[in-house]
Structure formats: C-alpha cells, structure tokens
C-alpha cells in the first residue's frame, strides 16, 4: 500500500537516488605563500592566490538544483596545518544567520552550518568531519559507512568565523597531527590525493548543500559521492604524542538523612593521560587515575515501560574511538563502557587507570582495552576487577565488514569468601552494504560467566532499504534468559522481538509551499518469550500524519494499539498492576517548531488506556535564544494514571528542569540546569563553568548537588579541574 502511493513521472525521476560518479570532481590546495592567522577575515595573500571551490548543489530541498545562496571555498596548507576558508552568501548577512547557541557537537540540524570531511585514506566509506556555525561553535565526528556516527570524538582543531553585511566567513586550521594520514613518499615535493567533500545548511530556508553533491536519502558521510582533492603536501608523520595532566580539587559535603551528622571531606587529585600516535594508522591511549568530574551529570526521567533505561555514556576517555568498540542493537549492547566505575550497587569506583590500543587501515581495524578499577568497602565489599575489550573488524568488498569482539572482566579474590570472578562476553557482527540503498547489520553474541548466571546468547539481524521515496526496515532480536553481558547492556532477558516499520517520504505536486514533505509509515513491535514463545507484549504504531514544514518544523498525529501479557507483576512508579492480558489502545499529537528560530517549542499529548487504567501524558520543551549567547530552556513532563493497578489507583508523577546556558564565545560557557522528579522525589542542580584556553585544555569549575526529600538527605559537591594538552 505505501508503494502504491508513490508519485511517478518526471517529477519523481528527477528526485531519484543516482549513482556515485564513476569519475570523481577533482580540486586543488596550494602551498600557502606567507603566514596566516586564524582570525575569520581571509584577508592574506594565501587566500586569494588559492583556487575557490563553488558549485554546490542541492541535498534538500530541490536535489540537484545549483544552490543559492553561494558558497566559497579556497583549502590552503603548510608544514605544519591544513586550512579551510569558506564563504557563506546570505541575503540578509549577520542578521539572517541562525545558531542558537555555542556548544560544541551542536545539533546539526538547528544551526547555519558549513563543513568539510577528509578521507585521507581513500577508502570511499569512512570520514573525518570538521564542521562550524557562523559563531565559530566547533562540531566534530568520524563516520564509518554512513551507518556508525562517533559523534563524541573531540579533535584538536581551531576555527574563528566573522559576519558581514553579506554572509559569514569560516577559517578552519586542522594541524597535520590530527588529520590521520598515509605515510606516503618521503620525497617532501611529491603530492597526494585525499577524498574531500563540504556541506552547507543555510537554516532560514533549511536548504542543505553540497560539493559534490548526493542524493537526499544520504548524509554528507556517504563518501562514496565524494571529490578528490590533489595537491597536497603533508609532512611525514612525526613522533605526535599528546600529554594531557590535570589537577582535581573535590569538596564533598553529605547528609544521609534527617537525623543523621553532615560529614565533610576534601580530595586533591592528580593524573593525566598521553596519546601516542604511533603512526598514521595506530594510537595508544594511557590514563592513570582516571577521573571524570567535569562529565554532565545524568538526567531523571520516568520510566513507565517495562525495560530497562538506557542512560548514554558521557566519560571523555571511554568516548574517544567508542565507534570501534560499539556493535550494538535496540536492546542490546555486548559491551557498554559505563559498566566499568560502577559497583554491583550503583555507586562509583574510582579507576586505578587503563589502556587503550586502536589500529585503522583500509582493510582492518584493531582496538584493545584494558581498565582496572578498584574496590571499595562502602560498596559492598566489591573487590578490585579488571575489565579487558579486545576487538577486530575486517573490511571486505567496496562496503562491507565482518568484526569479532571479545570482553572479559576478572574480580579479584574477596577477603571474606576468597572467590575469582569471571566473566566473559563473545561477539561477531557484521556490516554489509549489496547497493546503495541497503543495509543489513548483524550481530550474534554469546556470555559466558563461572558464577554469576551461567551461559546465554543473544542474536539480532537488521535490514533496511532506503529511497529519496519511501524508507523500509525489519528488525528481529533474540535474547535468552541467562544473557547477561556484565560489561554491556540488555534492555529485557528472555524475548525474541521483531519489528518491521516503513514510511513514506512524499512530495506531491498539489501539497501546499508551506509543506515539504508528507511522511506517514507505521512501526510494528512484537515480543516473545525466548524460552517458551508464548507472547509478552505487541505495539502497532501508525502514523496516519507526519508533516514536515519547509521550516524544518513537523507535526505527528499516532495512533497506537497495545496488547500485553505480563508474566509477573509490574510495578511502575509504585503502582502493583497484576500479571495477565491487556489491551488498549492510544492517540498521540506531537509537534516541533522551527528549532533554529530564537523561540521555539516542542510539545507532546496522549491520551488513553495503559493496562487497566487509562494514562494522560504531556511533555514539552520551551526555548528562549535571544542570541546564541544565551539560551534558556524549559522541560516538563506530566503523568495522570487513573485507575491503575491492583488497587485501581489514580497517581500522578512529573518531571520539571529548567536549564540555562550563558556564553562569552564558544570557549568560555556557563551551564546550569535543575531537575525535580515527584516519582523519586529526587532534586539534582548541575551548574558547571568552563573555559578553553587553549584548544581541549580547560578549566572547569562545576557544583553538583542530590537531595532526596524522601530522606530528608542531600548530597553537595565543589569540584575544580584543570586540564592541560601538549602536543610534541
């Protein structure tokens, strides 16, 4: 049936996805002629002696189309940087531009936004992206195959960007020593050829460009489209060791209850980690004491389904290269790094310190990680362990991988029962890609434990098939009950799921200018026992509307039928509701604004049964940019349950957070948020101060404080940090 509405005719034949050129577009850097300073103006001879690279073409909205307004771009370079200058026409100039804030890793789509990725390898399938706004806000990540996005790599860069009456200007500097390269000739005149391409988002009229350009289903990372950049000359890879010490002041104050004495105490930290990059393929990252003050703190959320919540990692040394180590599902993941540092209770250990070993060629790639953690009394007596990840990926064919992943974690023997802990989790995945529009990922993975579960498996296989027209999928995952990944994450044991889901991406020559597109699909989730294939839980969704505005806003109406079967009791948010068979049903309504404009909204409403009750939802998001100095955001999120449970109980639970964000340019920020959740009666405030006074060196003042009204307790934290990077 979604087929079956497909336009057809010319103007559906001008939107189709084509094939990657056979002969790349070439470009050309030169050799800067004199110094330059990074400054935004791309006012030196260099600049004006280099070739300038147009004719971006459009991504979106019109595919193909010559893209207005212009985009200049000159790539200069020499003995020890790469330079990209860009030149972002805008009719209005400084006044049409749109960046909401400075926060480095931005949202890519809220933001005026220019950006280049390097494939220094050739291998038409991974890239390296360096992108900016019109604030010169940073935003980095590799890509493997258009499908894995690392988006919490941190690379060593610099960019500053002006505006002017007629656009805005970017000047990026990318040192050779964080652009990972072949070795190449030792002859220092000899020149080498690179995969390049740049993408534009000029947000007011939510255009997105490109040179060269590719079709609309893709992203800017499909470097199969890519152009070849000759002319370079990058030095020989020198010795690139990078040292970062750092030096932490902690100030803890903490009351358990209301009857209970404050304790104080006071910690000095050092310890630091160096990067060796020990050629242009293989680096070696060692950390030792290993400490993490300056992460976000978690945000609370309300959990009323029946799996576990997946909360992301925010640890800077288990992000870098996280891309390598993640083969993962929906629902499960054989390792997740945020396993380590954490006591079988939940509290944090501190890590003596680790390891880590990453090595990419065209053909392979090799990683290893190793952490020791330490134990704690006041951990429940936990032992000291030691957690090891070794992983090998083999690429094959123009887009395909193959990749085995092994983890293990040993406890050290325990003072009261003298016991070894073992556990060990072994995976194979894969990657392939027969055409463009497909993708087929897999994933089969094995643990093994001496005491703690015994032996489980869990598999999964993924297909999708993706169009300028239309997007189709099927997933299906099986988890036995004794899958216990200790260094990874399972959402729920014991259950084979399988979920098709599709939509369409229509464009029809009647919808009104305002419309840019209108999407409608469904998603079909199925559960079953693993172990006896009785049903446990099925959810048809369908999306009768999905509108997306030529804004980039959207309005989605839902309608979903629910069926359970709960082999035990269930409780969310204390409420009993008794094992057996439900069924209910529930509408949705939910809407974005244009997120780039100074105010902006998201909203969401439900309304319906939940099990033998009935459950009314409503969330929202408000935002105030003023300028992208400061931003300041509203989130709440409201629950009635009426009649649910055992006891037929009516019981409401929200989620309030204020945030605010303050920044001087986009490397001196102030952040504070606060949340209250009336489910755990949990109030968290997070406010953190920093400053980049050189490029990934910071000063970080933060203050974080946890009260329980429950308990009457509270927990309060002063923590300064400084860190600093050499590179030699």
């Given amino acids: 049936m979604l087929l079956a509405l497909l336009p057809v005719g010319p103007a559906a034949h001008a939107q189709e996805i084509f094939a990657p050129p056979a002969t790349p577009p070439v470009i050309r850097a030169v050799r800067a002629t004199g110094p330059i300073t990074v400054d935004g103006r791309l006012d030196e001879a260099a600049w004006r002696a280099a070739p300038v690279i147009r004719n971006f073409r459009q991504v979106e909205p019109n595919q193909g ?67 900016t706004n019109p604030y010169g806000a940073q935003r980095d990540l590799q890509v493997f195959d258009d499908n894995l996005f690392d988006r919490d790599w941190d690379a060593l860069w610099k960019v500053r960007t002006t505006r002017t009456d007629s656009g805005w200007v970017a000047e990026m500097q990318l040192p050779w020593a964080t652009l990972r390269y072949p070795a190449g000739s030792k002859n220092p005149t000899d020149t080498v050829e690179w995969g390049i391409n740049f993408v534009r988002l000029a947000r007011r009229s939510n255009q997105t460009s490109g040179f060269p350009g590719w079709p609309r289903a893709y992203t800017n990372a499909r470097m199969s489209y890519a152009a070849v950049v000759r002319g370079l000359q990058p030095p020989p890879a020198g010795a690139n060791i990078r040292v970062a010490p750092y030096l932490v002041t902690q100030v803890e104050r903490n ?65 870098e290269n996280a891309g390598l180590f993640a083969p993962s599902t929906p629902l499960f993941q054989p390792f997740f790094s945020r396993t380590i540092g954490l006591g079988d209770n939940g509290l944090p250990l501190p890590l003596t310190g680790g390891a ?49 992943l092994v983890t293990s974690r040993t406890d050290e023997a325990r003072a009261d029962t003298g016991r070894v802990g073992q556990s060990t989790t072994v995976s194979i995945d894969g990657f392939i890609r027969p055409s463009q ?11 093994l434990a001496r005491e703690r579960t015994g032996n489980g498996l869990a598999g999964h296989m993924g297909v999708s098939y993706s ?24 959402a729920r044991q014991n259950l084979i799921y399988h979920n098709p889901n599709g939509y369409l991406i229509w464009r029809p020559e009647w919808k009104p200018k305002f419309l840019r597109s209108i999407e409608p699909g469904f998603d079909l989730q199925v559960y079953q026992g693993a172990s006896d294939r009785r049903f446990q ?26 069926r359970q079967d709960l082999p035990v ?51 929202g998001t408000l935002r105030y940019s003023p300028s992208a100095h400061a931003a300041l955001r509203l989130l709440g999120e409201y629950n009635a349950l009426r009649g ?40 968290r405030w997070n406010v953190r101060a920093s400053w980049e006074f050189k490029p990934l060196s910071y000063v970080y003042l933060v203050f974080n404080e946890l009260g329980n009204q429950a308990l009457d307790s509270r927990q309060q934290q002063l923590i300064s940090k400084l860190t600093y990077i050499k590179q030699f």
């Fill in 569 to 619: 009791d269930f409780d969310p948010v204390g409420i009993v509701i008794a094992k057996g068979r439900y069924s209910y049903h529930r509408s949705e309504l939910s809407y974005s604004s244009d997120q780039s404009r100074k105010l902006s909204v998201r909203g969401y409403g439900a309304t319906g049964g939940y099990y033998n009750g009935r459950l009314h939802t409503a969330s």
């Fill in 255 to 319: 009351r358990p209850g209301r009857d209970e004495p404050t304790t104080r105490d006071t910690k000095v930290k050092v310890g630091g980690d160096v990067k060796w990059a020990i050629n242009p393929h293989a680096v070696l990252d060692l950390t030792l004491n290993t400490d993490f003050a300056q992460a976000d703190a978690d945000r609370q959320v309300i959990n009323l389904r029946r799996f576990n919540v997946f909360f992301p990692e925010r640890r800077q040394f288990f992000l």
């Fill in 537 to 562: 839980e099925g959810l048809l969704r369908v999306y009768p509307l999905y509108l997306v505005f030529q804004s980039g806003a959207t309005l989605v109406g839902t309608y979903e039928l629910h």
């Fill in 65 to 131: 189309q010559p893209a207005r307004p212009d985009t200049d771009v000159r790539i200069v370079f020499d003995e020890h940087n790469l330079y990209i200058g860009a030149f972002c026409a805008d009719s209005l100039g400084a006044a049409g531009v749109r960046a909401p804030d400075m926060r480095r890793d931005f949202d890519f789509f809220e933001h005026d936004l220019f950006g280049v990725g390097f494939d220094p390898f050739r291998t038409r399938r991974n890239v390296m992206s360096f992108q």
């Fill in 356 to 404: 880590r070993y990453t090595d990419r060629t065209v053909g392979r790639g090799i990683g290893g990680l190793y952490v020791r953690q330490k134990g704690d009394d006041f951990a429940g007596g936990q032992a000291p362990a030691h957690f090891g990840v070794g992983r090998y990926l083999k690429n094959y064919g123009k887009q395909n991988n193959v990749g085995l």
């Fill in 437 to 447: 529009p497909w993708t087929i990922n897999y994933l089969l993975s094995g643990s």
């Fill in 644 to 683: 649910v449970g055992t006891e037929a109980r009516n019981q409401d639970a929200w989620l309030l957070g204020p945030e605010a964000r303050l920044s001087l340019n986009p490397r001196v920020q102030l952040t504070a948020f606060y949340q209250y959740s009336s489910a755990s009666r949990l109030a």
């Fill in 467 to 490: 169009t300028n027209q239309y997007y189709l999928a099927t997933q299906h995952s099986l988890i036995t009950e004794r899958y216990l990944p200790v260094m990874g994450f399972v």
